[in-house]
């Protein structure tokens, strides 16, 4: 299960930070690492703060945006410290931890950070099915990138050793590159439609709430099936 967990850094500035976590990642038997756009990588200094994680750095897979990072994950999650829409389910690293335990054998699960900077910007939260938070003092909440990756591993890493029941489900999880391609479906057909969006909004909330849902692949082509019903009937009628 554990080369299923891709930890993905989102533009890691740093590339100390990013030995930093390859060490986190080998401590707990993590080796599937993804880099969307780092300022600086290869270098002396990641390798210099992996510690004998060379490994981990020498895999590593350097992409151009997030959406190919975890284009063949299942259950994306992100994670955050600073405040966000109260819409959002947020929980903790133990909690993650569990649920990843539960989730059916062959899923993919991604854990993404955010740059050192700034953390998740607003459009990699489409992609979330969760946000995780890490408790901390509030006056003073900000971790380093490889503190936060050893905390969640740490987690995955205790959670995977009791004995637990599993989630079977009738086909995989659909994948995220599938899911991307039901909500461009869904906002082809909302605006075919004439769909009000009045807060401007509304494709964010829909994503949310389908995100939470986490759509096997056959719910998925029930749900894309139906999309393409609806327009056959407006062809039709015109």
Known sequence: MTQLV????IDPSHPGNIGSVARAMKNMTLSDLVLVRPRNFPHADS???AAGADDIL?????????????????????????P????????????????????????????????ERYGLANEDLNYCNVLVRIPANPEYCSLNLGM????????????????RSHTQLERPLATSVDIEYFYTHLQQVLTEIDFPDRTGHLM??????????????????????VLSAVQGRRGQAR
């Open 6 to 9: 891709r930890i993905v850094l």
């Open 47 to 49: 390798i210099a703060l």
């Open 58 to 82: 020498a895999a590593a897979r350097v992409v151009e945006s997030v959406a190919e990072a975890i284009a063949d994950c299942a259950y994306i999650a992100g994670t955050t410290s600073r």
């Open 84 to 115: 966000r829409s109260y819409y959002w389910e947020f929980t903790t690293p133990r909690d993650i931890a569990e649920r990843m335990v539960t989730l059916p054998a062959d899923t993919r699960v991604a854990l993404l950070f955010g740059s």
């Open 148 to 163: 936060s990756v050893q905390l969640l591993a740490y987690e995955y890493f205790m959670a995977r050793e009791q004995p």
């Open 204 to 225: 964010e909330r829909v994503r949310r709430l389908f995100n939470r849902a986490q759509l096997d692949s056959n719910e998925l082509n029930i749900l894309r099936g």
